[in-house]
Structure formats: C-alpha cells, structure tokens
C-alpha cells in the first residue's frame, strides 16, 4: 500500500489527534532519513503506521499478539501502552499490507527500543518522541540533539523516559534497558 | 568460621574504613533480621563478609570468578564496582569456609540486587545501603523505610540507586531492573 492510500485508511483506526501525531512522526522520520541516509519511504511508511493498534482496547491487542502475549507478564500483558507496539506490526501486515520487515521491526520496538537497533528503528522511536506536536519537558533537547547526532538523541531519550518511569515508580521494560545500556556502549566507543 | 574470627581475619582483605562499613552493615543487617525474623547469625556473617572482595585489583577479581567473567560483557569484566560482588562470594567460601548457600548468594548480590530476593539477600542489600556511616542523600527515608517495610525500602534504593546512574549516564546492569521490577509486583500487589 502506498502512503496516498495509507493516509486514507488509517483514520478508520485511529483518533484524529493521534493521526495528527502520526502525520508529524511521518514528517519528522522523513527529515532524519534524508540527513541520516535512510530509505525515506520506509520511514515514511514506518512513521505513519507506528500507532494504528494504539486506540485498539485491550482485548482487541491481546487476540492481535496472542502468540506473543503468552510469553509476556502479566503487568505487560495488561499494558495498552505496552502492546499496541506488537498489535501494531500485526496490523500494519495484515490490513495495510506492509511485508517489509525492517518497517515491521520499526514499528513493533517504537515504545520499547531494544538493543542493537537498525536505523530505520531508531529513526522511528527519535521522531515518535520529538515529532513538532510533541511539548513535554526535555523534547526541545531531544529535538536538538536529533538533528545533531542520532546516538546522542537516543541515548537523552532513554534516559528521559527511564527516570520518568522511575520517578512514578512503573514497570520498566527490559528491552529499554538494554536499548539504553546498548547506545551507551555505541555513543561512549565514538568518544 | 565464626564472628569473632571471622572479624580478626576481614582487615586482611579490606581498608580500615571498609571494615568500619561491614561492621555497620553486620550491625545493621543483625537489627534487621530480628526485626523481620530471619537468621541473625546468617545476617551478621553476609553483612560482615559482603565487601571482602572490594578492595582487591581488578585482575584479582577476575581471577576469582574467571568461569563467571565469560559470560559477562566487556564493561562489566572491567567494572570493580560490579566484579567485587561475584569476587566476595569466591572468596567467603574459598578462605572464610562459608558453605551456606543463602549467606553466599546475599554476598553475591549486594551490589545489583536480582528478582525474586530472599529475606536474607534483602537484608543485606538494605544494610549495605543504610548501615550508620552512610550519609549519602535519602539515606534518611531508606533508613526509616527499612525499618517499618523492608519491600518499600527496597523498592526505594532500587529506584534510587537506577535514577543516579541514569543520570550520571552509566551502565545499568539488568538484574537491578529485574530486582526494581520484581519488588514493584510484590509491593503493588500487597496494596
């Protein structure tokens, strides 16, 4: 499916804030391909398509990842914000026909991160956290240093959104951890 | 080995400050195994007996705990800070004829915590991080913490302890993620 038509399906999907939202990660995904030498229409696709689970219910995420969801916890697997990123992929392939593996990777580590990250996958989770709509504390930082050094963003990212889980005592997800201890390794071995 | 030999042999191994630290933690870790019926003798031996290990060379630690070296990445193979916990267990059995299991396992987690802590592994923990000369910040709501909720004092070092090193943006090792997560299940679901 071409991104003409992705724009058209998707509001079947999602509310019309967070089309706003996808609209400015598509945009956002699209700038840092061209300074990063990304496929731009990868990440236009991957930007656009990051959230199409994210106004599911929860039952609707679960049936959608139940492979996946029997190896989660429990906390993880009561977790909207936590699952949408897999029912995501799984809708993404299903109903809009992405087969590309890298965009479905993309989309399934945007809330998470993980370790070892391809590009394209960190290009999405930069631009889901500095997209222009985004006003929370730290995004004008974030912004700053993605347009500068993506390692550098994802590393301030990481550890923003760690402390915060902290400071309000939730779950952490491991993979985010191990995102974060992973692009330390990379941005320290530049130094 | 017992207590009182086990403090004449400790200042071979450790600074004279060190063994003013695991004297506290013993003292300590003795308070709070009464308070929360564990074995105190158990306690006072691991709280005695955790940092044998600290002040030793690196390549000493290496040495100590080579088979477990293998498995663990580069920056941990060269951290002290972590090394010395896996080192210490080595060395209390090796030199001290400590044997008991649990005693053994509270030593070697003192440092990064892990899922699933007994009493006893807690215990130490805990001590590690308030005995009296401790005078960092938060000591004071860790301390009054562990003695009325030794699960909310752990769940506050755990996340004391990840937000300073995300802050001073450095290596966390997953099994303190666990620890932080694990305790947050067990907290939440006494609510």
New interface residues.
């Given amino acids: 499916m071409n991104i003409e038509n992705i724009v058209k399906k998707l509001p079947e999907y999602i509310t019309e804030d967070r089309m706003k939202h996808c609209i400015g990660v598509m945009k956002t995904a699209a700038e840092l391909a061209e300074k990063y030498k990304a496929d731009r229409r990868k990440a236009e696709i991957a930007g656009l398509l990051h959230d199409v689970a994210r106004d599911l219910e929860l039952a609707q995420m679960v049936s959608l990842c139940a492979d996946r969801v029997k190896n989660l916890n429990d906390?993880v697997k009561q977790n909207k914000l936590l699952l949408h990123s897999y029912a995501g992929r799984v809708l993404a392939e299903r109903d809009f026909g992405i087969r590309d593996k890298e965009i479905l990777s993309a989309i399934e580590k945007h809330t998470t991160g993980s370790n070892n990250m391809s590009l394209l996958e960190k290009i999405i989770f930069v631009s889901d956290y500095i997209e222009p709509s985004r006003s929370f504390r730290g995004v004008k930082k974030a912004r700053k240093l993605a347009y500068s050094d993506l390692n550098s963003a994802m590393?301030y990212i990481y550890?923003s959104i760690?402390?915060h889980l902290?400071?309000e005592?939730?779950?952490?997800c491991?993979e985010t951890?191990?995102g974060?201890?992973s692009i330390?390794?990379e941005v320290k071995k530049v130094e």
Same sequence: chains 1, 2.
């Fill in positions: 906390y590393l550890r760690l402390i902290l400071r005592v939730r779950y952490v491991v951890l191990e974060y201890n330390l390794m």
